[in-house]
């Protein structure tokens, strides 16, 4: 069956180190894969898309890597701010370029000021 | 653009009670989908629309759970009878023809008691 595995521990890290999140997944073979962030209370927002012919794909302090070999994703925060704490959800669209948008469970990060 | 806008953002009734959660994509995106959260089984889709016609129910639990999209500009997801089992927050997202990004509303969060 199809799997989009991510972290269910939180990640706690200090104010200006790098926070990296991983997405690991099997039995889908995703045209892209997202990234959103969601805030408690709230919905999740989008923050970057890969597509599976792209290795890494960045945005100020974000950068997302690509794998489709490893079947993995890795999204980085460089010079991480407590601002940034937030739950990361990591998305794939479903087999067969149906362009449905089949969600991971998050990961929460905590940035220590 | 005012988003995706979702009513209502909190409801609680008693278990048999008939429930209807509302939405309103964003001007011109022709996808919509409803997606439920809880912690045991993270975002679920449900339900997708593309041009106000149903295009993937396989998530909708079950009977008990409807939904329409009468028009372009809203769509309704009903729960009847409601279980405490419902109990989660209910986002709709939309999605423009043009990217692979959605964007979710603010979420509706049910309690059945």
Known sequence: SQKIEQNSEALNIQEGKTATLTCNYTNYSPAYLQWYRQDPGRGPVFLLLIRENEKEKRKERLKVTFDTTLKQSLFHITASQPADSATYLCALDRSGGSYIPTFGRGTSLIVHP | ?113
């Open chain 2, 1 to 113: 653009d005012a988003g995706v806008i979702q009513s209502p953002r909190h409801e609680v009734t008693e278990m048999g009670q008939e429930v209807t959660l509302r939405c309103k994509p964003i001007s011109g995106h022709n996808s919509l989908f409803w997606y439920r959260q809880t912690m045991m089984r993270g975002l679920e889709l449900l339900i997708y629309f593309n041009n106000n016609v149903p295009i993937d129910d396989s998530g909708m639990p079950e009977d008990r759970f409807s939904a329409k999209m009468p028009n372009a500009s809203f769509s309704t997801l009903k729960i009847q009878p409601s279980e405490p089992r419902d109990s989660a927050v209910y986002f709709c997202a939309s999605r423009g023809d043009a990217g692979n990004t959605i964007y979710f509303g603010e979420g509706s969060w049910l309690t059945v008691v």
